[in-house]
């Protein structure tokens, strides 16, 4: 339980007065895990998150089995949603074939998922940087006639594990190419956590410089050297409104071995909170939400924010 008054509200100039965060630990996180968390209790992580506050709380990804067995009870587990505005559920297509699944259960939030870097692409999707956005262009495209919004992913965006520092002008390419393609948002992942404030803030000037607006840029942090929340900040800075986030710290990325856990939503919440700026999130449901998941895993989370709040219990 949040002890009362805590955290202190000390607001910091120029910084946005509420922020969207986009819950990505039923997909990204679960999809990262071992064991198959059954349908049933997958739906119900999804509605405590939801009923926590989170406006948008990725469900699921619409990809082969094969690839992500984890997450091959798509078509089972979005119709158990069916009390939850389709608008607050995005999910991963990967293909026409992952949108043509999307589309025929009523998704109305699509991501594909790019990479910034040739070898991460080849790893992940079996092709090209340019390739993938061929592949990507038709599933764009018919989201949009469609009226879905369409999220971009683009992993590798700071630091590749085989080719090590990424140049910013190779991944504003990519973004750019993505919003050429129709997507309405960007999501720039530090998929192996090796970015810091400084990367950050420059990447996002570039992004502007190539005209690319703040306002559709979002930002998903993991945080393998403790960096999560200093770039967090340093994108707040900058103007970014929307942050990615795991609840308790769930997942990592299975094609980069470096990749450890994203931001945990807890500890975001927590700096946010504590900054004055809004985010509809109840922090005393997030964490329970949280424990329970982390019960059901058998493990403990790496949330430092949850393991404080478990202490004064």
């Given at each position: ?160 594990p085989w080719e090590g520092p990424v140049p910013v002008a ?23 956590g090796v970015a810091t404030p400084g990367h950050v803030q ?112």
């Amino acid at each position: 339980m949040t002890a009362a008054g805590l955290p202190m509200e000390v607001t910091a100039e120029g910084l946005p007065t509420r922020v969207r965060i986009h819950e990505v630990g039923a997909r990204d996180g679960l999809q990262n895990e071992q064991t198959v968390v059954p349908t049933e209790i997958k739906a119900e992580f999804i509605r405590r998150l939801a009923d926590a506050g989170l406006s948008t709380v990725e469900a699921t990804s619409f990809v082969h089995p094969k690839w992500v067995p984890q997450l091959a009870d798509a078509e089972q587990l979005f119709p158990q949603l069916d009390g939850i505005d389709p608008h607050r559920l995005p999910v991963l297509v990967p293909n026409e074939r992952g949108l043509d699944r999307a589309l025929a259960l009523g998704a109305r939030r699509v991501a594909v998922f790019g990479s910034a870097t040739e070898s991460f692409a080849k790893a992940n999707l079996n092709r090209t940087v340019d390739e993938a956005l061929a592949m990507f262009a038709p599933v764009v495209a018919r989201a949009k006639d469609a009226g879905v919004q369409v999220r971009g992913y683009l992993s590798m965006c700071f630091g590749d594990p085989w080719e090590g520092p990424v140049p910013v002008a190779q991944t504003v390419r990519v973004c750019r190419a993505l919003l050429d393609l129709g997507c309405d948002e960007l999501s720039l992942g530090d998929t192996i956590g090796v970015a810091t404030p400084g990367h950050v803030q420059t990447l996002l000037a570039s992004l502007n410089e190539a005209g690319i607006p703040t306002s559709r840029i979002g930002v998903h942090f993991h945080d393998t050297y403790g960096q999560a929340l200093a770039n967090t900040f340093a994108a707040l800075q900058h103007g970014v409104t929307t942050i990615d986030a795991s609840a308790g710290g769930l997942g990592g990325c299975p094609y980069a071995k470096s990749a450890t856990g994203n931001l945990a939503t807890e500890d975001l919440v927590w700096m946010l909170h504590g900054l004055g700026i809004e985010t509809g999130v109840d922090l005393d449901r997030l964490a329970a939400t949280s424990v329970w998941m982390a019960e059901v895993l058998g493990r403990p989370s790496p949330s430092r924010t949850l393991r404080a709040l478990s202490h004064q219990e």
